[in-house]
Structures are given as C-alpha cells and as structure tokens.
C-alpha cells in the first residue's frame, strides 16, 4: 500500500515538474497549469523528479484518448498522404526528419510528417537528395530553410516552447508536401 502510494506521487511528481519545467521555458503553458500547482506541495522532491522524468514512453492512456486524428492540425494533414499520426519523440533531445521521403506522388514528403518532442529539443531536417530541390517552410515564419536538392543537407531548429509548429516545402506543399512539429 505504501508502495503504490509512493509510486503514484513519483509519477506525479515527474509529471509535475515535467509541467513546471514547460511552464518555465514556454512563460505560458496554457493547460495543466493549476494542476501543477496544486500537487507542487512537495518539497525537495524536484531533483528527484528530474531524473524520474524520462520513462514517458508508454504515455497516451492519460490524455491521448483519441489518438488517431488530431484535431490541432486544423486540416494541415488532409492532403498528406504519409500522415500517420503523431510519430511520439518526447524526451529525445535531438530528432531526425527526412526530407525527400517517398510520399504524394514522390519523393515529395516528410518522414516523419508529424513528431511530438519536448521542449528545448532540436530537430534536424536532412535532405536524402530525392525528388528535386525542397526546403522547411514555418507556416507562420518562424524557420525557414533554404531550397536545396543535395543529399545530406541538414537544417535544424530548436523548440523552446510548447505549441503546434506546422511547415511545408513551398515549390510542393499543394503536393502535400507538410509536416509538424508538436512540443508538449
Ligand atoms: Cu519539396
């Protein structure tokens, strides 16, 4: 008895500081913020979180429910036929995207097309040379990569704060050529 209990407090605890640490990096952390709060009663257990807070592998029995579709791409993935969910690289501190991967009629894809990271993780995009000259797009602005054709090619991004990130190759994104970034 005294087991579980302990156990489930580290869970939340790891899950708690997991959400300090978003809150911390982001400024805004939208959900989860009260919860936070509310289980922070402890006191010196943070250090011990930290190094608790890896083993998130199996998540999606909390939240993820659905699972399948995902409702914050607003429609970015309906003409993406190489979307297969939300490929999970949470707690990975780097994560590699091919661009140029088979998909929409070519090699006009990412692979994969969504990932979900953690804050404060780098994404390293590298050209496999496949499908003439393509490049990483921000739909908002926020990165953008050169347009190039070369194999090996890399270009990188660090997510430091929560939030859907979506992009596109522009000579190929009416292809379908999008991808996305989830940091949660
Ligand atoms: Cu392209």
């Known amino acids: 008895m005294m087991r579980d209990t302990n156990l489930t407090r580290r869970r939340f605890t790891a899950l708690t500081a997991t959400a300090a640490l978003s809150t ?6 939208g959900s989860g913020g009260d919860a936070a709060n509310a289980a922070d009663g402890g006191e010196g257990d943070a250090t011990t979180a930290e ?21 914050q791409f607003d429609g970015w993935f309906d003409n993406v036929d190489n ?3 939300v490929t999970d ?10 661009v140029g991967a088979q998909a929409n009629g070519g090699a006009f894809g990412y692979g994969p097309a969504a990932v979900r ?3 404060g993780t780098t994404v390293v995009w590298e050209w496999n040379g496949e499908g003439g000259s393509h490049n990483v797009a921000a739909a ?18 660090t ?8 992009y596109a190759c522009t000579p190929h994104e009416t292809l379908g050529m999008k991808g996305a970034v989830v940091v949660e």
């Open 24 to 29: 911390a990096l982001a400024g805004c952390s």
């Open 51 to 71: 190094s608790t807070a890896e083993p998130t592998t199996e998540s999606g029995g909390d939240g993820g429910s659905g699972g399948g579709s995902a409702p």
């Open 83 to 85: 979307y297969d969910g």
């Open 89 to 98: 690289e949470t707690g990975s501190s780097t994560v590699t995207v091919t």
């Open 117 to 119: 990271v953690s804050p």
């Open 140 to 157: 908002d602005g926020g990165f953008e990569s050169e347009l190039v054709g070369d194999s090996g090619h890399t270009f990188e991004h």
């Open 159 to 166: 997510f430091e704060e929560t939030g859907t990130y979506k």
